[in-house]
């Protein structure tokens, strides 16, 4: 219960920020440049789009929900709070997929994109990666400039080869990098189910380093979560 009511807390944050509002507006626009492209375009042009910006927004916005939550001493009663640091974590991830998979799903239907399912799944596992890269950049910074000063590398590397990849540079071990198997979900692609395994190590790291960031950034507002 504590966790479904920390998700719903989320929500209502990122709507009243204007989370929905804003990607609402995004999406029509990308259903609206896919729709102006020539049928064969389609589906590679809504795979760039998905990967690039619903599936990656919690690496983008990251910065700013927590810069948000930290003027607004939101992080301060979380410290204290009962609160743990596994919640506070899924919350994000889950609340965040919400927004993500709305609207992937939305620009891959308007590309009438094969194997839906995948593409959705992609989505959410993208969504939940980048989300967890965002907090490890987030939680060790004070503006939005040194968010996005420390963003920057980490978007060229994770980027790149995806696109790469994409566009015809299909070794199957660059699917070893997570942002090629995520890009290749989205693109309806199956060939990542024998790299699974090693996204799933990709993945748990980036949870153990989210945590320990998040631990950190918890006892210097004075709280102590395990």
């Not at 507006?25 to 259903?31: G, K, Q, R």
């Amino acid at each position: 219960m504590r966790l479904i009511n920390l998700i719903y807390g989320d929500i209502r944050f990122q709507f009243k920020y204007g989370f929905y509002f804003i990607y609402a507006i995004f999406t029509i626009m990308y259903i609206s440049v896919i729709l102006f492209l020539p049928l064969e375009w389609r589906e590679k042009a809504a795979a760039v789009l998905i990967f690039s910006d619903p599936s990656a927004m919690g690496l983008f916005f990251m910065g700013a929900i927590v810069l948000l939550e930290k003027s607004e001493r939101v992080l301060s009663t979380i410290a204290i709070s009962p609160v743990r640091v596994d919640e506070y974590i899924t919350s994000k991830v889950v609340s965040l997929g919400i927004i993500s998979v709305i609207a992937g799903a939305s620009i891959a239907l308007s590309a009438d994109t094969e194997n839906i399912l995948i593409v959705i799944s992609g989505v959410l596992i993208g969504s939940a990666f980048f989300t967890l890269i965002g907090i490890i950049i987030a939680v060790n910074i004070n503006s939005l400039n040194q968010f996005v000063t420390a963003a920057v590398p980490v978007e060229i590397i994770i980027f790149i080869p995806p696109i790469l990849y994409l566009f015809g540079y299909n070794n199957k071990l660059m699917l070893l990098h997570p942002g090629c198997m995520i890009i290749g979900m989205i693109s309806g692609s199956s060939d990542y189910i024998l790299f699974l395994p090693v996204f799933i190590i990709w993945f748990l790291i980036l949870y153990k380093m989210a945590r320990l960031n998040v631990i950190k950034m918890f006892q210097s507002l004075g709280g102590i979560k395990l």
